[in-house]
């Protein structure tokens, strides 16, 4: 005998969501009719301003060396590195498998996230960085901001204690910590959706498993 009550509440509650739903997109509607063509030319120059800035981050990005996963030779170039870019990524690494997996990994982040910069330094050949900040188990990963090393990813306790975790895990790990744009103009993905962009990541660990602003 309920059973008729019940459905009646949901319908009405239904009804209350789409009402509230199609008063908002009318609203909506109404911001854009009112808009002139001054508003408009403000929008176009904003958005323009908006573009040329990324642009220009961009080219800064790559002239830094963002966009691709490359290797520091020395603890020199290590603090040079990390004061020009306000956000990297630093493998601690040896020659060892864990090490190489996460290599694989980084590859694939360095790509797709350009606001930040991927490197990795011979842990063992560097023996200031290493005792400076407490590198013990390799692999890890420091995680800088703004010349600062603000968290750190240490072996693979974090991603599943598995060297079968996925780039998507790492990612979200990273971004965690802030030092990547998950989702945002920043990265290279902004034009796709979260869902998307995911997909490509997993999809390019599977095809390679078979081995500041």
Not at 77 to 84: E, L, P, R
Not at 130 to 154: C, F, Q, R
Not at 164 to 179: D, N
């Amino acid at each position: 005998m309920e059973h008729p009550k019940v459905q009646e509440i949901i319908e009405k509650q239904v009804l209350t969501v789409a009402k509230a739903m199609e008063e908002k997109l009318d609203e909506e509607i109404s911001a854009l009719d009112r808009l002139d063509l001054d508003d408009l030319e403000v929008l176009r120059e904003r958005r323009l301003q908006q573009m040329k800035k990324m642009a220009e981050k961009r080219s800064r990005w790559i002239s830094l060396g963002h966009g691709d996963y490359t290797e520091i030779f020395s603890e020199k170039d290590f603090f040079s590195t990390v004061k020009a870019s306000d956000r990297v990524v630093c493998h601690f690494y040896r020659e060892n498998w864990p090490c190489k997996v996460m290599d694989k990994h980084l590859s694939i982040l360095a790509k797709q996230h350009l606001e930040t910069r991927f490197v990795k330094i011979h842990a063992e050949k560097s023996p200031f960085l290493a005792e400076k900040l407490k590198i013990i188990v390799l692999p890890t990963l420091a995680l800088i901001k703004n010349a600062k090393v603000d968290d750190y990813v240490v072996g693979f306790d974090q991603l599943g204690g598995t060297d079968e975790f996925s780039t998507e895990e790492l990612e979200e790990r990273l971004a965690k910590s802030q030092v990547i744009s998950f989702e945002g103009e920043s990265s290279l993905n902004a034009s796709r959706s979260g869902s998307q962009a995911r997909r490509s990541v997993r999809q390019s660990t599977k095809a390679d498993s078979s081995d500041s602003e």
